[in-house]
Protein backbone atom coordinates (compact mmCIF):
# COMPACT_ATOMS: atom_id res chain seq x y z
CA UNK A 1 0.00 0.00 0.00
CA UNK A 2 1.51 3.67 -0.97
CA UNK A 3 0.37 7.32 -1.33
CA UNK A 4 2.02 9.36 -4.35
CA UNK A 5 4.73 12.06 -3.49
CA UNK A 6 2.29 14.81 -4.17
CA UNK A 7 3.05 17.65 -1.11
CA UNK A 8 0.42 20.00 0.28
CA UNK A 9 2.14 22.96 -1.70
CA UNK A 10 5.08 23.62 -3.80
CA UNK A 11 8.01 23.62 -1.40
CA UNK A 12 10.96 21.81 -0.75
CA UNK A 13 10.03 21.26 3.19
CA UNK A 14 6.59 20.08 1.82
CA UNK A 15 8.03 17.52 -0.22
CA UNK A 16 10.05 16.13 2.22
CA UNK A 17 7.01 15.92 4.44
CA UNK A 18 5.07 14.09 1.84
CA UNK A 19 8.13 10.88 2.05
CA UNK A 20 7.35 11.22 5.88
CA UNK A 21 3.73 10.74 5.67
CA UNK A 22 4.14 8.42 3.45
CA UNK A 23 5.97 6.30 5.62
CA UNK A 24 3.02 6.22 7.91
CA UNK A 25 0.45 5.32 5.09
CA UNK A 26 2.16 2.05 3.32
CA UNK A 27 5.71 1.02 1.95
CA UNK A 28 5.24 2.28 -1.37
CA UNK A 29 5.45 6.09 -2.75
CA UNK A 30 4.83 7.00 -6.11
CA UNK A 31 6.72 9.93 -7.88
CA UNK A 32 5.45 10.55 -10.96
CA UNK A 33 6.92 13.17 -13.94
CA UNK A 34 7.66 14.63 -16.98
CA UNK A 35 10.97 13.49 -18.50
CA UNK A 36 13.51 16.62 -18.57
CA UNK A 37 13.85 15.77 -22.38
CA UNK A 38 16.66 18.30 -23.38
CA UNK A 39 18.73 16.54 -20.46
CA UNK A 40 18.75 13.28 -22.06
CA UNK A 41 17.95 13.76 -25.98
CA UNK A 42 21.26 12.98 -27.79
CA UNK A 43 24.36 15.53 -26.75
CA UNK A 44 22.09 16.95 -23.25
CA UNK A 45 23.77 17.84 -20.07
CA UNK A 46 21.76 16.15 -16.87
CA UNK A 47 21.22 19.20 -14.73
CA UNK A 48 22.40 19.64 -10.75
CA UNK A 49 18.68 20.00 -10.29
CA UNK A 50 17.86 16.67 -11.54
CA UNK A 51 21.22 14.94 -9.94
CA UNK A 52 19.80 16.88 -6.38
CA UNK A 53 16.42 15.90 -7.20
CA UNK A 54 18.04 12.11 -7.92
CA UNK A 55 19.82 12.29 -4.54
CA UNK A 56 17.31 13.62 -2.88
CA UNK A 57 14.58 11.16 -3.39
CA UNK A 58 16.44 8.18 -2.99
CA UNK A 59 17.60 9.25 0.56
CA UNK A 60 14.26 9.74 1.68
CA UNK A 61 12.98 6.60 0.44
CA UNK A 62 15.98 5.34 2.05
CA UNK A 63 15.78 6.94 5.28
CA UNK A 64 11.47 6.00 5.48
CA UNK A 65 11.75 2.49 4.58
CA UNK A 66 9.48 3.29 1.32
CA UNK A 67 10.04 1.00 -1.68
CA UNK A 68 9.95 3.79 -5.03
CA UNK A 69 7.27 3.15 -7.64
CA UNK A 70 8.12 5.69 -10.27
CA UNK A 71 6.12 6.79 -13.29
CA UNK A 72 7.58 8.40 -16.48
CA UNK A 73 4.71 10.68 -17.94
CA UNK A 74 5.38 11.56 -20.85
CA UNK A 75 1.48 13.20 -22.37
CA UNK A 76 -0.34 16.31 -20.79
CA UNK A 77 -2.57 14.96 -18.17
CA UNK A 78 -5.33 17.91 -19.88
CA UNK A 79 -4.83 16.33 -23.18
CA UNK A 80 -3.27 13.04 -23.31
CA UNK A 81 -2.83 12.86 -27.05
CA UNK A 82 -0.09 15.92 -26.79
CA UNK A 83 3.31 15.22 -25.65
CA UNK A 84 4.30 17.76 -21.97
CA UNK A 85 6.59 19.66 -21.85
CA UNK A 86 8.63 19.60 -24.85
CA UNK A 87 11.57 22.28 -26.07
CA UNK A 88 10.42 24.81 -28.23
CA UNK A 89 12.10 23.32 -31.35
CA UNK A 90 10.22 19.62 -30.69
CA UNK A 91 6.96 21.72 -30.18
CA UNK A 92 3.92 19.25 -31.94
CA UNK A 93 6.41 16.62 -32.42
CA UNK A 94 5.36 12.78 -31.24
CA UNK A 95 7.00 9.69 -30.46
CA UNK A 96 7.98 8.96 -34.18
CA UNK A 97 10.68 11.67 -33.56
CA UNK A 98 14.26 10.10 -32.69
CA UNK A 99 15.55 12.81 -30.35
CA UNK A 100 11.94 11.92 -28.21
CA UNK A 101 12.94 8.11 -28.31
CA UNK A 102 16.24 8.54 -27.67
CA UNK A 103 15.94 11.24 -24.74
CA UNK A 104 12.67 8.77 -23.34
CA UNK A 105 15.32 5.61 -23.68
CA UNK A 106 18.11 7.15 -21.62
CA UNK A 107 15.81 8.67 -18.98
CA UNK A 108 14.35 5.64 -17.84
CA UNK A 109 17.47 3.82 -18.02
CA UNK A 110 18.62 6.45 -16.07
CA UNK A 111 16.28 6.10 -13.48
CA UNK A 112 16.49 2.29 -13.45
CA UNK A 113 20.11 2.94 -12.81
CA UNK A 114 20.33 5.27 -10.32
CA UNK A 115 16.53 4.40 -8.74
CA UNK A 116 16.48 0.74 -8.64
CA UNK A 117 12.93 0.84 -8.16
CA UNK A 118 10.63 -1.55 -7.31
CA UNK A 119 8.14 -0.72 -9.58
CA UNK A 120 8.70 1.38 -13.02
CA UNK A 121 5.80 2.58 -15.43
CA UNK A 122 6.98 4.00 -18.95
CA UNK A 123 3.71 5.44 -19.94
CA UNK A 124 0.74 6.76 -17.92
CA UNK A 125 -2.54 5.99 -19.21
CA UNK A 126 -1.38 5.39 -22.01
CA UNK A 127 -4.88 4.41 -23.52
CA UNK A 128 -5.84 7.41 -23.87
CA UNK A 129 -3.32 7.90 -26.22
CA UNK A 130 -4.50 5.54 -27.97
CA UNK A 131 -8.04 7.40 -28.01
CA UNK A 132 -6.77 10.88 -29.19
CA UNK A 133 -3.89 9.99 -31.41
CA UNK A 134 -4.94 6.30 -32.83
CA UNK A 135 -3.18 3.64 -33.73
CA UNK A 136 -0.47 4.35 -36.09
CA UNK A 137 0.79 6.92 -33.09
CA UNK A 138 0.07 4.09 -30.43
CA UNK A 139 2.21 1.57 -32.08
CA UNK A 140 5.27 4.58 -32.45
CA UNK A 141 4.74 4.32 -28.28
CA UNK A 142 4.42 0.64 -27.95
CA UNK A 143 8.25 -0.21 -30.26
CA UNK A 144 9.76 2.79 -28.41
CA UNK A 145 8.24 1.09 -25.10
CA UNK A 146 10.04 -2.03 -25.75
CA UNK A 147 13.50 -0.65 -26.60
CA UNK A 148 12.75 1.15 -23.16
CA UNK A 149 11.83 -2.13 -21.03
CA UNK A 150 14.93 -3.42 -22.45
CA UNK A 151 17.41 -0.50 -21.52
CA UNK A 152 15.49 -0.52 -17.96
CA UNK A 153 16.20 -4.21 -17.37
CA UNK A 154 20.10 -4.36 -19.03
CA UNK A 155 20.36 -2.00 -15.53
CA UNK A 156 17.68 -3.42 -13.14
CA UNK A 157 16.72 -6.71 -13.75
CA UNK A 158 14.05 -7.04 -10.79
CA UNK A 159 12.18 -3.87 -11.15
CA UNK A 160 8.69 -4.67 -12.64
CA UNK A 161 8.64 -2.44 -15.71
CA UNK A 162 4.68 -1.75 -17.31
CA UNK A 163 2.57 1.02 -18.82
CA UNK A 164 -0.39 2.51 -17.27
CA UNK A 165 -4.23 2.43 -18.29
CA UNK A 166 -7.00 4.38 -17.02
CA UNK A 167 -9.49 2.21 -16.18
CA UNK A 168 -12.83 4.54 -16.69
CA UNK A 169 -11.27 5.11 -20.05
CA UNK A 170 -10.23 1.50 -20.61
CA UNK A 171 -14.59 0.57 -19.89
CA UNK A 172 -15.40 3.87 -22.63
CA UNK A 173 -17.16 5.80 -19.35
CA UNK A 174 -15.38 8.99 -19.79
CA UNK A 175 -16.97 11.70 -21.97
CA UNK A 176 -13.65 13.41 -23.29
CA UNK A 177 -14.39 13.47 -26.60
CA UNK A 178 -16.50 11.83 -29.20
CA UNK A 179 -17.87 8.42 -28.42
CA UNK A 180 -15.08 5.50 -27.94
CA UNK A 181 -15.01 1.81 -28.00
CA UNK A 182 -13.80 -0.23 -24.86
CA UNK A 183 -9.87 -0.54 -25.08
CA UNK A 184 -9.13 -3.86 -22.94
CA UNK A 185 -7.01 -5.37 -25.97
CA UNK A 186 -4.66 -2.61 -25.71
CA UNK A 187 -3.24 -4.23 -22.68
CA UNK A 188 -2.12 -7.53 -24.30
CA UNK A 189 -0.24 -5.75 -27.49
CA UNK A 190 2.90 -4.90 -24.85
CA UNK A 191 3.10 -8.69 -24.34
CA UNK A 192 5.30 -10.36 -23.48
CA UNK A 193 7.30 -7.42 -22.17
CA UNK A 194 4.69 -7.06 -19.56
CA UNK A 195 5.52 -7.77 -15.88
CA UNK A 196 2.18 -6.20 -14.75
CA UNK A 197 -1.21 -4.97 -15.45
CA UNK A 198 -1.21 -1.42 -13.88
CA UNK A 199 -4.08 0.65 -13.93
CA UNK A 200 -5.53 4.37 -12.44
CA UNK A 201 -9.13 4.28 -11.51
CA UNK A 202 -10.74 7.64 -11.06
CA UNK A 203 -15.18 6.70 -10.77
CA UNK A 204 -15.87 9.81 -9.59
CA UNK A 205 -14.84 11.48 -13.05
CA UNK A 206 -17.66 9.00 -14.48
CA UNK A 207 -20.28 8.32 -11.63
CA UNK A 208 -22.02 11.06 -9.82
CA UNK A 209 -22.53 8.57 -6.66
CA UNK A 210 -20.49 5.62 -5.44
CA UNK A 211 -23.11 3.83 -5.24
CA UNK A 212 -23.68 4.10 -8.53
CA UNK A 213 -20.30 2.13 -10.00
CA UNK A 214 -21.71 -1.37 -11.03
CA UNK A 215 -20.58 -4.17 -7.89
CA UNK A 216 -17.62 -5.78 -8.06
CA UNK A 217 -16.48 -2.93 -9.94
CA UNK A 218 -12.64 -4.09 -10.21
CA UNK A 219 -13.45 -7.93 -10.68
CA UNK A 220 -13.64 -8.13 -14.33
CA UNK A 221 -9.56 -7.55 -14.18
CA UNK A 222 -9.61 -11.35 -13.33
CA UNK A 223 -10.92 -12.93 -16.08
CA UNK A 224 -9.54 -10.91 -18.56
CA UNK A 225 -5.98 -10.49 -17.53
CA UNK A 226 -3.37 -13.36 -16.07
CA UNK A 227 -1.20 -10.86 -15.22
CA UNK A 228 0.26 -9.46 -11.34
CA UNK A 229 -2.53 -6.68 -11.15
CA UNK A 230 -1.27 -3.42 -9.95
CA UNK A 231 -3.70 -0.54 -8.60
CA UNK A 232 -1.15 2.25 -9.89
CA UNK A 233 -2.96 4.82 -8.74
CA UNK A 234 -6.99 5.19 -7.25
CA UNK A 235 -8.98 8.06 -5.46
CA UNK A 236 -12.51 9.61 -4.71
CA UNK A 237 -12.69 13.42 -3.96
CA UNK A 238 -14.28 14.50 -0.71
CA UNK A 239 -14.96 17.86 -1.74
CA UNK A 240 -18.17 19.41 -2.67
CA UNK A 241 -20.95 17.10 -4.21
CA UNK A 242 -22.91 18.61 -7.28
CA UNK A 243 -26.42 17.32 -5.30
CA UNK A 244 -25.02 19.39 -2.16
CA UNK A 245 -23.40 18.26 0.87
CA UNK A 246 -19.47 16.57 1.02
CA UNK A 247 -18.34 13.65 -0.83
CA UNK A 248 -16.59 12.43 2.51
CA UNK A 249 -18.63 10.02 2.98
CA UNK A 250 -18.32 8.36 -0.75
CA UNK A 251 -14.75 8.62 -0.63
CA UNK A 252 -14.67 6.28 2.13
CA UNK A 253 -16.88 3.58 1.04
CA UNK A 254 -15.30 3.38 -2.82
CA UNK A 255 -12.20 3.12 -0.73
CA UNK A 256 -13.33 0.28 1.51
CA UNK A 257 -14.64 -1.17 -1.77
CA UNK A 258 -11.81 -0.53 -3.66
CA UNK A 259 -9.76 -2.33 -1.03
CA UNK A 260 -12.03 -5.46 -0.80
CA UNK A 261 -11.75 -6.08 -4.66
CA UNK A 262 -8.04 -5.24 -4.44
CA UNK A 263 -7.46 -8.19 -1.88
CA UNK A 264 -10.04 -10.38 -3.97
CA UNK A 265 -8.06 -9.91 -7.20
CA UNK A 266 -4.40 -10.42 -5.35
CA UNK A 267 -3.40 -7.24 -5.98
CA UNK A 268 0.62 -6.51 -5.32
CA UNK A 269 0.42 -3.00 -5.19
CA UNK A 270 -2.36 -0.36 -4.42
CA UNK A 271 -1.71 3.57 -4.50
CA UNK A 272 -3.93 5.74 -3.36
CA UNK A 273 -3.56 9.12 -5.13
CA UNK A 274 -3.21 11.72 -2.48
CA UNK A 275 -2.05 11.36 0.82
CA UNK A 276 -2.71 14.44 1.99
CA UNK A 277 -5.54 17.29 0.58
CA UNK A 278 -3.56 19.98 -1.29
CA UNK A 279 -3.65 23.21 -0.05
CA UNK A 280 -4.46 25.59 -3.39
CA UNK A 281 -6.63 23.99 -5.87
CA UNK A 282 -5.32 23.17 -9.19
CA UNK A 283 -7.15 24.38 -12.23
CA UNK A 284 -11.45 23.74 -12.01
CA UNK A 285 -10.84 20.63 -14.07
CA UNK A 286 -8.58 18.83 -11.57
CA UNK A 287 -10.05 20.77 -8.39
CA UNK A 288 -11.75 17.07 -7.30
CA UNK A 289 -7.76 15.71 -7.37
CA UNK A 290 -6.44 18.28 -5.04
CA UNK A 291 -9.51 17.05 -2.27
CA UNK A 292 -8.80 13.42 -2.71
CA UNK A 293 -6.20 12.84 0.62
CA UNK A 294 -7.04 10.78 3.29
CA UNK A 295 -6.04 13.72 5.29
CA UNK A 296 -7.41 17.14 4.98
CA UNK A 297 -5.48 20.40 4.04
CA UNK A 298 -5.64 21.57 7.71
CA UNK A 299 -4.20 18.33 9.10
CA UNK A 300 -7.59 16.99 10.06
CA UNK A 301 -8.19 12.94 9.51
CA UNK A 302 -11.01 11.83 7.29
CA UNK A 303 -12.91 9.13 7.60
CA UNK A 304 -11.04 7.04 4.97
CA UNK A 305 -7.79 7.33 7.27
CA UNK A 306 -8.81 5.03 9.53
CA UNK A 307 -10.05 2.49 6.99
CA UNK A 308 -6.85 3.03 5.59
CA UNK A 309 -5.45 2.42 8.80
CA UNK A 310 -6.83 -1.00 8.99
CA UNK A 311 -6.31 -2.47 5.97
CA UNK A 312 -2.67 -1.10 6.47
CA UNK A 313 -2.50 -3.21 10.33
CA UNK A 314 -3.75 -5.84 8.90
CA UNK A 315 -2.14 -9.37 8.07
CA UNK A 316 -1.87 -9.84 4.30
CA UNK A 317 -4.59 -12.65 3.05
CA UNK A 318 -7.29 -11.33 5.91
CA UNK A 319 -10.31 -9.71 5.76
Known sequence: ?????????????????????????????????????????????????????????????????????????????????????????????????????????????????????????????????????????????????FEAYDAVKDVSAATLVFPTFQYENMQALLSLGPPSQPTWALVNRFDPKLDAVAISSFPGFAFTRVDRLPQEYFSQLKTRYQKPLIFASIGWTSGPSPEGGSLEGDQATFLRRAMSEAEELGALVVVWYLGRDVEDAPLPAFAPLATMGLIRADGRAKVSWAIWRTYLGRPPGTR
Do not use: C
Not at 20 to 40: D, M, S
Open 1 to 145: MGVSSVPQKPSDDAYRDAFKFAATAGEVILIQRVPPWEEFEPGGTISDRTKNLTRLERDLAHDNGLKLFLAIDPTDPADRGRLAALPDDLRGRDFTDNRIRAAFISYAKYLALNYKPAYLALGVEVDMFFNRRGDEAFRSFQSLY
